[in-house]
C-alpha cells in the first residue's frame, strides 16, 4: 500500500521559510514524478513543483519560480519542498503527489497517489 506523509506545516510570517518533508513509502518510484500541489480555501488544488525521481530534473508553477526549491533524497525515499520568502498568498493546504510518467499529466491534476494534506499558514 502507497503511503505520501507530509510533515512540516505551519503558520510563519510573511517573508520567511518552511521546509516541507514528503516520507514516500510502500512501492519503488521509478519512472515516477514526485510533486506537490496546494488548494487555497474556496480555491482549486493547483500544481506547485514536480521532480523526476530517477532522473532528478525539477519543474514549477511560474508564480513559486526562485521561492520553493523541490529535491529528493533516495536514502529515506523522502521528497522536500524548500519555501522561501513566502507570501500570505501561498497559505494553503499542501499535497504531497505521486504519478508515473508523463509529467502534463501531473500538471493537470490527474495523480495516482496523494498525502493527506498540510496546512501552510502565512501571516502579514
Known amino acids: 500500500q502507497v503511503q505520501l506523509v507530509e510533515s512540516g506545516g505551519g503558520t510563519v510570517q510573511a517573508g520567511g521559510s518552511l521546509r516541507l518533508s514528503c516520507a514516500a513509502s510502500g512501492r519503488t518510484f521509478s519512472n515516477y514524478y514526485m510533486g506537490w500541489f496546494r488548494q487555497a480555501p474556496g480555491k482549486e488544488r493547483k500544481f506547485v513543483a514536480a521532480?523526476?525521481?530517477?532522473?532528478?530534473?525539477?519543474y514549477y508553477e511560474d508564480d513559486v519560480k526562485g521561492r520553493f526549491t523541490i529535491s529528493r533524497d533516495y536514502a529515506k525515499n523522502t521528497v522536500y519542498l524548500q519555501m522561501i520568502s513566502l507570501k500570505p498568498e501561498d497559505t494553503a493546504v499542501y499535497y504531497c503527489?505521486?504519478?508515473?510518467?508523463?509529467?502534463?499529466?501531473?500538471?493537470?491534476?490527474?495523480?495516482?497517489?496523494w498525502g493527506q494534506g498540510i496546512q501552510v499558514t502565512v501571516s502579514s
Open positions: 521532480i523526476a525521481w530517477t532522473a532528478g530534473n525539477t
Open positions: 503527489a505521486a504519478r508515473r510518467i508523463p509529467l502534463a499529466a501531473m500538471i493537470r491534476g490527474d495523480v495516482e497517489y
